[in-house]
């Protein structure tokens, strides 16, 4: 009912930046996040950053400082800043909507995208 499309990953060296792209489509509820997630090799999927559609947004600790979290409310689309890119921020970056009824007590929906690769070389 919902797809979400991802761009903006690649290959970076240590230091560089990428801006990911995530452009929600179908049938979105008001009341919502959208976030980025992500999973590396041997690892399990970790939050990286996550934004309520009202409310601040939230980033893991590793990341907090060089990545920067936005949304289009307009476009429906979350986009993730990456700056002062590090080897272990490789990973596939997964973008994320949970979206529930005012009503619900928990987040009914929840999509995935595809995925993009992010690698960071040292």
């Known amino acids: 009912q919902v797809q979400l499309v991802e761009s903006g990953g690649g290959l970076v060296q240590a230091g560089g930046s990428l801006r990911l792209s995530c452009v929600a489509s179908?049938?979105?509820?008001?009341?919502?996040?959208m976030g980025w997630y992500r999973q590396a090799p041997g690892q399990q999927r970790e939050l990286v950053a996550v934004?309520?559609?009202?409310?601040?947004?939230d980033y893991a600790d590793s990341v907090k400082g060089r990545f920067i979290i936005s949304r289009d409310n307009d476009k429906n689309a979350v986009y993730l800043q990456m700056n002062n890119l590090k080897p272990e921020d490789t990973a596939v970056y997964y973008c994320?909507?949970?979206?529930?009824?005012?009503?619900?007590?928990?987040?009914?929906?929840?999509?995935w995208g595809q995925g993009t690769q992010v690698s960071v070389s040292s």
């Open positions: 934004k309520p559609s009202g409310g601040r947004a």
């Open positions: 994320n909507i949970k979206q529930r009824k005012t009503w619900e007590i928990y987040w009914s929906d929840d999509y």
């Open positions: 179908g049938n979105i509820f008001s009341n919502n996040a």
